[in-house]
C-alpha cells in the first residue's frame, strides 16, 4: 500500500534535510569540473564532467550508465528499472555543460571553485543553477524517494540523457539520438533546464519553445546601379531582406509562416487565467 502524497512529501523533505550536507558535497564535487566546450583545450574537462555524472548516477543505483561519444562532447545515458513491467518510462534530460567563465569576468571566485557564501547562503560555481544543478537533484530525488520509500526500484521506468553541447549548438545533439533511438523511448521527458519564479513557489514548466533556423541568400545586381535611373525600378537588396524578414510574423507578432503551428496545442482559458495570475504575482 502506497503511502498518502502529503505523507511521503514530508518524508522525503526530512530525508533531504537530514542528509544536505552529503548532498551539497556530493554537488561541490561535480561543479569542479570546468566543462565548458568552447575548444578542444576544454574537451578532457567536459569527459571527466561525464565520467563524474555517470559515476554519481551509478552511486545512486541506476544499473546502466554509459557516456555516449559524439564527433564533439559527450553524452551520459543511465537506465533504472521500475519493479513494474508495464510502468511508464520516463525520461529527465538536460544537460552538463556549462558556458565558458573566468574571474576576470568580475567574480569574486574562481567559476569552478564553488563556495557557500555568508551573505546570501548560496553555491555559487559556474553551473549550480545552470544546469548541473537541476541534472543532480534528479539523483537526489530518486534517491530520497527510494529510501523514505522502503523500496530499491522507482515506481517508473527511468532514463535520464544528459548531453554535453547544449551551449555550443548542439552541432551533434541530432544525430546521437537518431543513433539510439531505440534505447530512447520513453512515454514522458522532463526537462530540468527551466525557470522558477517567485523562489518560494514550486513552478512546473508545461510548454517550451524552440528554436529553427535556416540560411537564406538573396542575390541582387552584380555592380552599382545609379538610384537616379534605376530606382524603383529595380529592387534594392535591402529593402528586400528587410520585406522578407518582416513577413516572417503577423501584426500581433504570431508566425505567419504556412503550416507553423500545425500540431501546436492552443491554451486553454483555465490555462490563461493561470498565466496571467502567475505573471501579477512575479515582482
Not at 49 to 71: Q, R
Not at 199 to 225: N, S, Y
Request: charged share 25%.
Amino acid at each position: 500500500m502506497s503511502q498518502p502524497v502529503d505523507s511521503a512529501v514530508s518524508a522525503v523533505r526530512t530525508y533531504v534535510e537530514q542528509h544536505s550536507a552529503a548532498f551539497l558535497d556530493d554537488l561541490i564535487e561535480g561543479l569542479r569540473s570546468p566543462s565548458a566546450p568552447a575548444g578542444p583545450d576544454h574537451a578532457p574537462d567536459v569527459r571527466r564532467g561525464a565520467d563524474w555524472l555517470a559515476a554519481a548516477l551509478t552511486a545512486t543505483g541506476f544499473p546502466t550508465t554509459e557516456v555516449w561519444p559524439t564527433p564533439g562532447a559527450p553524452a551520459v545515458h543511465a537506465e533504472r528499472p521500475s519493479a513494474d513491467p508495464g510502468a511508464p518510462t520516463v525520461q529527465p534530460a538536460a544537460r552538463q555543460d556549462v558556458q565558458p567563465a573566468v574571474r576576470e569576468d568580475g567574480r569574486h571566485s574562481g567559476p569552478f571553485e564553488p563556495v557557500v557564501r555568508d551573505r546570501d547562503n548560496r553555491l555559487h560555481a559556474r553551473g549550480a543553477a545552470d544546469d548541473q544543478g537541476q541534472v543532480f537533484l534528479h539523483t537526489l530525488g530518486v534517491r530520497s524517494r527510494l529510501a523514505t520509500a522502503g523500496r530499491t526500484a522507482s515506481a517508473v521506468h527511468l532514463k535520464p540523457l544528459i548531453e554535453g553541447e547544449e551551449e555550443s549548438g548542439p552541432p551533434h545533439f541530432r544525430s546521437l539520438v537518431e543513433r539510439h533511438a531505440d534505447r530512447l523511448a520513453a512515454d514522458a521527458v522532463i526537462v530540468s533546464d527551466t525557470g522558477t519564479r517567485p523562489e518560494d513557489t514550486p513552478t512546473v514548466c508545461t510548454g517550451m519553445r524552440g528554436l529553427a533556423e535556416c540560411e537564406i541568400r538573396l542575390h541582387g545586381p552584380d555592380q552599382d546601379i545609379h538610384s537616379g535611373s534605376f530606382g524603383v525600378a529595380v529592387p534594392h537588396s535591402a529593402t528586400s531582406v528587410a520585406r522578407l524578414a518582416a513577413a516572417l510574423h503577423d501584426e500581433h507578432a504570431r508566425a505567419a509562416v504556412p503550416g507553423f503551428h500545425d500540431g501546436v496545442a492552443e491554451l486553454t482559458d483555465r490555462e490563461r487565467e493561470l498565466l496571467a495570475e502567475h505573471w501579477r504575482r512575479v515582482p
